[in-house]
Nanobody, 126 residues
């Protein structure tokens, strides 16, 4: 059974930092594109960051550029989202997602992921 399990979300003050982790089990995601999404109350789920299967290319939503960093550790089958200078508007449930295909390409994806985690709550207080 394939599972993506997010962790690291919690309540933090504005200006603080968090590192989210997404641990995969049931199969390896080495070489598969992965992404982080978030959904704020009353809003649609949107992509925050994405990383290619090769790990060489990444995408960031404009609102998080320069503050968030996506990375992956293939040996640990884990993808991370380092979030710095957090703002109240970053408050949301954060989800990780993965593609089935392991192509080790430089392509990242903004949608159409095959696997999803259950999410972890990030709350940023002002």
């Amino acid at each position: 059974q394939v599972q993506l399990v997010e962790s690291g979300g919690r309540l933090v003050q504005a200006g603080g930092s968090l590192r989210l982790s997404c641990a995969a089990s049931g199969r390896t995601f080495s070489g598969a594109a992965m992404g982080w999404f978030r959904q704020a109350p009353g809003k649609e789920r949107v992509v925050v960051a994405a990383i290619s299967g090769s790990g060489r290319r990444a995408y960031y939503q404009d609102s998080v550029k320069g503050r968030f960093t996506i990375s992956r550790d293939n040996a640990k089958n884990t993808v991370y989202l380092q979030m710095n200078s957090l703002k109240p508007e970053d408050t949301a449930v954060y989800y990780c997602a993965a593609k089935i295909r392991r192509d080790y390409s430089d392509n990242y994806y903004l949608d159409e992921y095959d696997y999803w985690g259950q999410g972890t709550q990030v709350t940023v207080s002002s």
